[in-house]
């Protein structure tokens, strides 16, 4: 899809060949899945099963990589009224080096460029603060509260606050 000139980030359509890096990457990882609304991946065969479902329902996932190196994913949405939201999850051994920051930047560079798009959405739990300052570092503001918005499967299934932030192009 698109590269990074700062970081060499590669974005690739979500296949099966990227199972074992989503798996050993962040999904079979407690801390990494707990705001997200699917279930930790307790084998390998849960994380193919997942793939083989977002393609079967033509998700628009990218797997990101760093030359070879294995990132995270970004996910793509397509929403009304030329809206569009994202989503982002980065590879544990990834956090804290801007890596984050960077594919998201990358990502919506390239949306923004081949896309004719009006404004970009994002959700994050109101805990998730590292999620709400990457999204603000690229320039989303919150524009609401959204109660009892999130499901977190890997917190026993509770509900959760969540914002929705929002980028405008112009």
């Given at each position: 899809?698109?590269?990074?000139?700062?970081?060499?980030?590669?974005?690739k359509?979500?296949c099966?060949?990227?199972?074992?890096?989503?798996?050993?990457?962040?999904?079979?990882?407690?801390?990494?899945?707990?705001?997200?609304?699917?279930?930790?991946?307790?084998?390998?065969?849960?994380?193919?099963?997942?793939?083989?479902?977002?393609?079967?329902?033509?998700?628009?996932?990218?797997?990101?990589?760093?030359?070879?190196?294995?990132?995270?994913?970004?996910?793509?949405?397509?929403?009304?009224?030329?809206?569009?939201?994202?989503?982002?999850?980065?590879?544990?051994?990834?956090?804290?080096?801007?890596?984050?920051?960077?594919?998201?930047?990358?990502?919506?560079?390239?949306?923004?460029?081949?896309?004719?798009?009006?404004?970009?959405?994002a959700?994050?739990a109101?805990?998730?603060?590292?999620?709400?300052?990457?999204?603000?570092?690229?320039?989303?503001?919150?524009?609401?509260?959204?109660?009892?918005?999130?499901?977190?499967?890997?917190q026993?299934?509770?509900?959760?606050?969540?914002?929705?932030?929002?980028?405008?192009?112009?």
């Amino acid at each position: 899809m698109t590269t990074n000139q700062k970081r060499n980030l590669t974005f690739k359509p979500l296949c099966h060949f990227d199972a074992k890096n989503i798996f050993f990457g962040y999904a079979s990882i407690e801390e990494c899945v707990q705001w997200m609304n699917w279930d930790i991946h307790k084998e390998i065969v849960d994380t193919i099963n997942y793939i083989d479902s977002c393609i079967q329902k033509k998700y628009r996932i990218y797997s990101v990589y760093e030359n070879q190196d294995f990132i995270g994913a970004v996910d793509l949405r397509f929403l009304e009224n030329n809206t569009l939201e994202v989503g982002y999850v980065v590879a544990k051994s990834k956090w804290n080096q801007g890596y984050a920051t960077d594919m998201l930047k990358s990502f919506i560079q390239d949306l923004f460029k081949n896309h004719t798009v009006e404004k970009i959405i994002a959700h994050c739990a109101v805990a998730n603060l590292q999620s709400k300052k990457v999204l603000e570092k690229n320039g989303f503001q919150v524009k609401m509260l959204k109660k009892d918005y999130y499901v977190l499967n890997n917190q026993g299934r509770r509900l959760t606050d969540a914002y929705m932030l929002e980028l405008r192009t112009t």
